[in-house]
């Protein structure tokens, strides 16, 4: 089965900085790669697709890029209400596996 | 607007059955596009996806390897909903149980259920 690593575990930044987290396959996906931000307390929430697709109504702050292995999540300017946990999610075929998460802090 | 209410137990006692259920409103659980998932969530295993259901001409179930043995996914068209049985529980089962419709991506949630396994 592919295994996906992301990169940081976690990371603290000030509010306006530009963050990225990385998410690597140990095979190829094409794009088919999923980002979801899950604040405290709260069920993940969808935020990009297909690699690079924003789904409705998420802030266009975020950004998703990367093919075939390597993927990224961009955050373009950090703000409060985006502490979270994130995660990158493989669905070229089942098992559908989830990355082990990315903790995003507020410095 | 797709909808996934969750209903089942907290408690569940070693050795014995988790299920838990899923109702849809919005969608079809016979639809022809999407996929009915259990994916379970705890500190020691992260978010771990369970298995789906999904009708494509005829039923066809995926689960994952770590509770094959263990697990069934079921649809009830008659109630639009779909269910989750765990078998032969222990307490590293215990975690929040989330149900979720895909189109490979998990686009809509339930609201979660936290399942404790314990006597």
């Known amino acids: 089965d592919i295994q996906m690593t992301q990169s940081p575990s976690s990371l603290s930044a000030s509010v306006g900085d530009r963050v990225t987290i990385t998410c690597r396959a140990s095979?190829?996906?094409?794009?088919?790669l999923a980002w979801y931000q899950q604040k405290p307390g709260k069920v993940p929430e969808l935020l990009i697709y297909?690699?690079?697709t924003l789904q409705s109504g998420v802030p266009s702050r975020f950004s998703g890029s990367g093919s075939g292995i390597d993927f990224t999540l961009t955050i373009s300017s950090l703000q409060p209400e985006d502490v979270a946990i994130y995660y990158c999610?493989?669905?070229?075929?089942?098992?559908?596996?989830f990355g082990g998460g990315t903790k995003v802090e507020i410095e | 607007q797709v909808q996934l209410q969750q209903s089942g137990p907290g408690l569940v006692k070693p050795s014995q059955t988790l299920s838990l259920t899923c109702a849809i409103s919005g969608d079809s659980v016979s639809s022809n596009s999407a996929a009915w998932n259990w994916i379970r969530q705890s500190p020691s295993r992260g978010l771990e996806w369970l298995g789906r259901?999904?009708?494509?001409?005829?039923?066809?179930?995926d689960y994952a390897v770590s509770v094959k043995s263990r697990i069934t996914i079921n649809a009830d068209t008659s109630k639009n909903q779909f269910s989750l049985q765990l078998n032969s529980v222990t307490p590293e089962d215990t975690a929040v149980y989330y149900c979720?419709?895909?189109?490979?991506?998990?686009?809509?949630w339930g609201q979660g259920t936290l399942v404790t396994v314990s006597s």
């Open positions: 979720a419709r895909s189109r490979g991506y998990f686009s809509v």
């Open positions: 259901t999904y009708y494509r001409s005829e039923w066809h179930n």
């Open positions: 999610q493989k669905y070229d075929s089942a098992p559908l596996t």
């Open positions: 095979q190829g996906l094409k794009n088919y």
């Open positions: 297909d690699a690079s």
